[in-house]
Structure formats: C-alpha cells, structure tokens
C-alpha cells in the first residue's frame, strides 16, 4: 500500500516523525514497486498499449513519489534513490523524459538515449529541451523546427494537456511521443517504439477483412469493394458480380476430411486469381463461395470470357496431399448498372443467378434474368409440394424396358420416378431431383423407388431385372446397402435382378467411403452400373477403381453417332474397355434404327430409348413383358 501512510496521531493529527517514515515509505515502495512492474511487464504476454500505460502508471508512482520526498530528505538519501530510481527508469522498455516547469531534463533514461542514438553527454539532467531537440536533429532523428515544436509542446502541456505525435527513428520503426503535464509542474514524456504493436494492428485490421484460409478479401471488404466499384461505373461501362460456389464441395468435405477441403479451398482461390485483371477483386464469402468484382466491362461479351477462363482454371484437377481432385462450381452473374445500382439489390440478384445456375444443373453460369425471382420462389413452392407428394402418394414409379441388341430381348427395365403434380401435370424428374438433393429429400424418395421397383420386378418374368438409379447424396447417409437389403427382403427380388445405377459424381471425390458402400452393396449380390458415363468428368480411371457391371453411354454420344465427330470412336473405346473387363455396355437414348444398327455394329451390348419404348406405367410395363416375352419367343 505504497500511499497509505495510514498511521495517524491521535485525536487526528499527523506525527511528523511519522510523516517522513512514511514519505520514506512511499519513495521506496513506488520505486519498487516500478522496478517489479517493469521487469514482470517485460516479460508478460501484455499487449504493447496495455503494457505502456501500466509501465507510465508506475513511473507517474515514482514521480509522484519522488516530488513528495524532495524537501523531505536528506541530499545523500536522495541521491541514493534517485539511483534507484535511475535503475527503475533505465528498465523500462519506453523511452522516459521527465522535464521540469522550465523545460530541463530531470531524468532521461537510457532506452530513450538508445532510440534516438543520443550522447549521454547531451541527454542528462539539467539540459534543455531546446538543447536536446537540436541534438536530435544534429543526429539524424528529428528534422522539424526545434523552435517550433518545443514552443508547441510546451505550450500544450502547460495548459494541462497531453500531446500525441508519431515518428520515425533510425531503421524505420515507428515511434510514439506522449507528453503528459504533472500537477506538480514540468512534463513527462514517453517515447514508445511502436513499430511490433503497429503490425500487430496491421494484422488485426488484416484479418478483419480478409480470409485467413486464401488470403483473399472476405465479406466485409468484398462489400466495401463493391460499394466503391458502384460509385466509379462510368457511363457506358458495367459492373458484374459474380458468386461462385464450388459443386459438391461438402462431398470433398466429408469424404476426404477437412484438411484436403482446405487445400481445394486455396487451390480454387490462387485460380481465380489468376483469371483478374488488376481492378478486379475475387473474395470468399464464407465456405464454398467465391465471389469477384468484374469492373470497367465495355461488353457483356468480356465477362463470358472471364467465366469461361474461371472454368478453365478451375476444371484443371487439384493436387491436394495426394489426391488429384478436379472441382467445378456453378456461377450466378448479375450486372450493374442494367440489373440494380444498389448494392443489395445487385448481390440478390447475383444469388437468384446462382440459385438459377444450380437448378439447372450446376456447373454452369446463368446471368440474371428478372423471371429468376419468380423461379426461385417456384422452386421453394417447389420443395414443399415434393415433402408433401412423398408423404401423401403423389409420385409414381415408370419402367424404361432395355434391351439386348443382339436378341432384341427385354433384359432389364430402369425405374425412373415420375411426380403428378396436381395442378402441373407431369414434373420431370430432371426438375425436382435437384430440389431432392439438395434438401435431403432423396433419402426418403431413394428408399421409396428402391422399395417400390423390387416390388413390382418380383412380379415380373426371371429374367427381367430391375435397375433403380441412385443419388450420390444416398451415398453420404450410410445407410443405403441396409435400405437395399431391406427393399430386397421386403420384396422378395434374388439380390442379382437389382442393379442400381451410379453416376460418376459417387466416385469424383476420390471417395473411399463411397467405393465402400459400392463394395457392401457388391457382397449383397447386386449389380452396379455407371449411369451417364461421359458426361462431365468421364474420366476412364473410375472404372479401375470399382469393377462395374455395366456402363451406359450417356445420351449425348449416342445422338451425335452417326455424325462426323468423335462420339462413334468414343463409344467402340469404351464399348472395348468394358469387354476388356467384363463389364456390359448399355447405350441411352436410342431414337433411331441408324443408331440401333451402328451400335450394334460397334459391338454395344444393350440399348434403351424412344425408338423401342419410353418409360411406361407398372401397369404397362407387366403387359409389356407379357407380350414382349410371347413375341420374343415366337421370333426366336
Ligand atoms: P437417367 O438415369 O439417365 O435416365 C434416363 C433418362 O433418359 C430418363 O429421363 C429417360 O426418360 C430419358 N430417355 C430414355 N430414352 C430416351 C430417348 O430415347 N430420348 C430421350 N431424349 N430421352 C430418353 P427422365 O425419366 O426424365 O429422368 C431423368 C433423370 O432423372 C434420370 O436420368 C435420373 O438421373 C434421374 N432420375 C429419375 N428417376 C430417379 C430416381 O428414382 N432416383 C434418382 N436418384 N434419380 C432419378
Ligand atoms: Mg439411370
Ligand atoms: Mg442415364
């Protein structure tokens, strides 16, 4: 209690002899209790402007302390402690002045003499402050008017005020000066080097506005960015935001951990980079979603561009630790001034173009179009009609027949789900699949098709199988070989007249939970085909990764086979690699006899599509096979 003197005469009044002991006291203590404080302060995990204040509180103490002894003691005690005291000053980490009321030094400590690479000739008690400003300036670290700015300090610190400047001193760190007037009369000034705290402040301001992941601006900045970019659209040129948010990111997430997610993350962000010009900004909003700033656009055509070099980039497979993972995203683009100068209205709209982008199909880009509103409030109207078919029996499951090209026997037929909407008609799976998919709604519909299509197979000839396609949203929950077993169980169906039907995006991750699951559904006795395989990231490598059953061509090479291009020998390639294999070939959408003929002919094992039957009701499909299996026979 270094201010306490507490001892009081009785009746009230201070013993002298009791008054100096307790001076003594204060003296002693406060110059203690300075040299305790500095050197814990020096090595505490304060922070810099904390530490400052703590260490000038303790200095004002030894100040304070100092003027109470003055007149109380004796020269040889004094000089005794202001030896002390000069040690607690000189241990401080700040430089420390402390000028009487006629602006002479009465101490200076060594930090300060150090800062500013000072003589101790010239900095010592009893100098002026004039004397020791033109010092600093003779030595290189003051370049102001000595007049001037000794005149100027003070005169503030005589009126009671503090001042605040900063400086530089040698090596470029940054300096703090604070000149604090006493009540006693005189100043104390502390020099801070502040150059750590500053960076330290830099990176705190850092961090606020960028991503500590990529590095890149995150949502605060990216919006103060736009709020500036909108105010410099010049007459006949535009803006464009676009949001960017990678497909299936949380695939790669769950599979492949988080670590790997991260990396993905930072490999699209250096990409995107690339594809700027200087005035462009790319940020990350959070999680998968990327957004940039296009500016100074003269014409619509140069954003196409920009998007088409994004998808470039990013389309090129990742290396992450070691898995190769090719990524793509969907891109929703609205443009200022035409689709909103207002900074919401325009980030809105660039959202409903994403939310248009992803409904059809991702990885494409859609630009804002002013139905998108509408559409996106469709697709939640949507989402609760699906919730409500699921539950009240308004989907309904249609069988595809397929057939051996070499028989023209019905071998298998797909289940391809078909909702009647009340109001609507018929809604295309390729319509509220998505919509399933993206808010989990497929578990229950998958479970549905699967329990529904054993049932109805379990009725239909031996040697008919039954394939049921299969979301690779279903792969993630887990349960999907026990909902199999249990379809199976339920219905009847020997294991090996259910294939289900794959797409590549199961095995895109390079997923080994996935390849699990595809193993635990193979030990079941199942077949397992890969759907609409060349569409996308077709890349042969997956059909090394899990032995296939049966690969169907995707439509699109089958309508392009008769034509000049690559689609006859991408299909013999593939066709090839599947006998290599074991594995049959189905091709999809097959509309015409030439297309029947050249499959046949390219040695494709089935084919399914228009030119034989489109998918049909259970009810026809059972009169179907009645009457395929009689003319099949009758033919034979
Ligand atoms: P998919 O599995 O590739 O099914 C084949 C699609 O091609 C079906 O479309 C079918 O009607 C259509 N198609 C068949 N032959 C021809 C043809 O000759 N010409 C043309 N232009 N199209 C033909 P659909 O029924 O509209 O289904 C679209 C997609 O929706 C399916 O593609 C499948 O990916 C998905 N889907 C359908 N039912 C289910 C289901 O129960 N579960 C899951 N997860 N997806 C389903
Ligand atoms: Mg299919
Ligand atoms: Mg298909």
Same mark, same amino acid.
């Given at each position: =209690?270094p201010f306490?003197?507490?001892?009081?005469?009785?009746?009230?009044?201070?013993? /002298?002899?009791?008054?100096?002991?307790?001076?003594?006291?204060?003296?002693?203590g406060a110059v203690a209790l300075a040299v305790a404080m500095s050197a814990y302060l020096a090595t505490s995990a304060w922070d810099a402007r904390e530490r400052g204040l703590l260490v000038l509180v303790a200095v004002l103490t030894v100040i304070v302390g100092?003027?109470?002894?003055?007149?109380?003691?004796?020269?040889? $005690?004094?000089?005794?402690?202001?030896?002390q005291l000069s040690v607690a000053v000189n241990n401080i980490p700040q430089g420390l002045v402390l000028?009487?009321?006629?602006?002479?030094?009465?101490i200076c400590n060594q930090p300060y003499i150090e800062m500013f690479?000072?003589?101790?000739?010239?900095?010592?008690?009893?100098?002026?402050? +004039? $004397?020791?400003?033109?010092?600093?300036?003779?030595?290189?670290?003051?370049?102001?008017?000595?007049?001037?700015?000794?005149?100027?300090?003070?005169?503030?610190?005589?009126?009671?005020?503090a001042t605040r400047q900063l400086t530089e001193a040698?090596g470029?760190r940054a300096i703090e000066i604070v000149n604090r /007037?006493l009540?006693?009369?005189?100043w104390v000034a502390t020099i801070e080097d502040i150059t750590e705290r500053t960076r330290a402040d830099e990176k705190i301001a850092?961090l606020?506005? +960028?991503?500590?992941?990529?590095?890149?601006?995150?949502?605060?900045? *990216?919006?103060?960015?736009?709020?500036?970019?909108?105010?410099?659209?010049? /007459?006949?040129?535009?803006?464009? @935001?676009?949001?960017?948010? &990678?497909?299936?990111?949380?695939? #790669?997430?769950?599979?492949?951990?988080?670590?790997?997610?991260?990396?993905?993350?930072?490999? !699209?962000?250096? $990409?995107?980079?690339?594809?700027?010009?200087?005035?462009?900004?790319?940020?990350?909003?959070?999680?998968?979603? *990327?957004?940039?700033?296009?500016?100074?656009?003269?014409?619509?055509?140069?954003?196409?561009?920009?998007?088409?070099?994004?998808?470039?980039?990013?389309?090129?497979?990742?290396?992450?630790?070691?898995?190769?993972?090719?990524?793509?995203?969907?891109?929703?683009?609205?443009?200022? /001034?035409?689709?909103?100068?207002?900074?919401?209205?325009?980030?809105?709209?660039?959202?409903?173009?994403? +939310?248009?982008?992803?409904?059809?199909?991702?990885?494409?880009?859609?630009?804002?179009?002013?139905? =998108?509103?509408?559409?996106?409030?469709?697709?939640? #109207?949507?989402?609760?009609?699906?919730?409500?078919?699921?539950?009240?029996?308004?989907?309904?499951?249609?069988?595809?027949? !397929?057939?051996?090209?070499?028989?023209?026997?019905?071998?298998?037929?797909?289940?391809?789900?078909?909702?009647?909407?009340?109001?609507?008609?018929?809604?295309?799976?390729?319509?509220?699949?998505?919509?399933?998919?993206?808010?989990?709604? &497929?578990?229950?519909?998958?479970?549905?098709?699967?329990?529904?299509?054993?049932?109805?197979?379990?009725?239909?000839?031996?040697?008919?199988?039954?394939?049921?396609?299969?979301?690779?949203?279903?792969?993630?929950?887990?349960?999907?070989?026990?909902? #199999?077993?249990?379809?199976?169980?339920?219905?009847?169906?020997?294991?090996?007249?259910?294939?289900?039907?794959?797409?590549?995006? @199961?095995?895109?991750?390079?997923?080994? =939970?996935?390849?699990?699951?595809?193993?635990?559904?193979?030990?079941?006795?199942?077949?397992?085909?890969?759907?609409?395989?060349?569409?996308?990231?077709?890349?042969?490598?997956?059909?090394?990764?899990?032995?296939?059953?049966?690969?169907?061509?995707?439509?699109?090479?089958?309508?392009?086979?008769?034509?000049?291009?690559?689609?006859?020998?991408?299909?013999?390639?593939?066709?090839?690699?599947?006998?290599?294999?074991?594995?049959?070939?189905?091709?999809?959408?097959?509309?015409?006899?030439?297309?029947?003929?050249?499959? +046949?002919?390219?040695?494709?094992?089935? =084919?399914?599509?228009?030119?034989?039957?489109?998918?049909?009701?259970?009810?026809?499909?059972?009169?179907?096979?009645?009457?395929?299996?009689?003319?099949?026979?009758?033919?034979?």
């Open positions: =209690m306490d003197s507490g001892h009081h005469m009785p009746g009230g009044l201070p013993n /002298p002899a009791e008054k100096r002991g307790a001076a003594r006291r204060v003296a002693v100092l003027l109470l002894r003055r007149h109380r003691l004796s020269e040889q $005690r004094l000089a005794a402690e202001r030896l000028y009487d009321a006629s602006a002479r030094i009465i690479g000072l003589s101790p000739d010239v900095a010592k008690p009893g100098c002026t402050m +004039y $004397r020791l400003i033109e010092h600093r300036k003779e030595t290189g670290s003051f370049d102001g008017n000595v007049e001037e700015f000794c005149n100027a300090i003070i005169r503030t610190v005589s009126l009671g005020k040698p470029g /007037p009540k006693a009369g005189g850092h606020a506005h +960028y991503d500590a992941l990529t590095d890149l601006p995150n949502r605060v900045l *990216f919006r103060e960015r736009l709020a500036q970019a909108l105010k410099a659209v010049r /007459p006949g040129e535009q803006l464009a @935001v676009l949001y960017i948010d &990678i497909d299936e990111f949380k695939s #790669v997430n769950d599979a492949l951990g988080h670590a790997i997610g991260d990396e993905l993350l930072k490999g !699209v962000a250096e $990409r995107l980079r690339t594809c700027l010009k200087p005035t462009d900004v790319a940020a990350r909003l959070g999680g998968d979603e *990327f957004a940039v700033i296009q500016t100074a656009i003269k014409k619509q055509s140069e954003t196409t561009q920009l998007v088409d070099g994004i998808y470039a980039a990013i389309r090129c497979p990742l290396e992450c630790s070691g898995h190769s993972i090719s990524t793509d995203a969907s891109i929703g683009i609205a443009l200022a /001034p035409g689709d909103g100068l207002e900074l919401d209205q325009l980030l809105r709209n660039a959202d409903l173009a994403l +939310y248009g982008a992803k409904g059809d199909g991702r990885r494409t880009y859609r630009f804002f179009e002013p139905g =998108m509103d509408a559409r996106a409030k469709e697709r939640r #109207v949507l989402e609760l009609e699906l919730r409500q078919a699921i539950s009240d029996g308004g989907l309904e499951a249609y069988y595809q027949p !397929v057939l051996t090209l070499e028989d023209g026997k019905i071998s298998s037929c797909e289940a391809l789900l078909r909702w009647r909407h009340p109001e609507r008609g018929m809604i295309s799976p390729a319509e509220f699949i998505p919509v399933a998919e993206e808010t989990g709604l &497929i578990n229950e519909l998958g479970r549905w098709v699967l329990n529904t299509a054993c049932a109805e197979a379990a009725n239909w000839p031996e040697e008919v199988r039954v394939a049921v396609n299969v979301s690779p949203v279903q792969f993630r929950s887990q349960t999907l070989a026990l909902n #199999v077993a249990a379809a199976l169980a339920a219905s009847g169906l020997a294991a090996s007249r259910l294939e289900l039907e794959i797409t590549e995006a @199961v095995l895109i991750r390079d997923d080994e =939970m996935a390849l699990e699951v595809l193993h635990q559904l193979r030990k079941l006795g199942v077949r397992v085909a890969l759907d609409d395989f060349g569409t996308g990231y077709s890349s042969l490598s997956y059909l090394q990764r899990f032995p296939f059953d049966k690969i169907k061509i995707d439509r699109s090479f089958i309508k392009d086979l008769a034509g000049s291009g690559a689609s006859s020998s991408i299909v013999q390639a593939v066709v090839n690699i599947a006998a290599a294999s074991d594995m049959t070939t189905t091709a999809e959408g097959v509309e015409t006899e030439q297309q029947r003929n050249l499959l +046949y002919i390219l040695g494709c094992t089935e =084919m399914q599509g228009f030119l034989f039957s489109p998918a049909i009701t259970a009810v026809e499909i059972r009169r179907l096979l009645l009457t395929h299996r009689g003319q099949a026979v009758s033919a034979a």
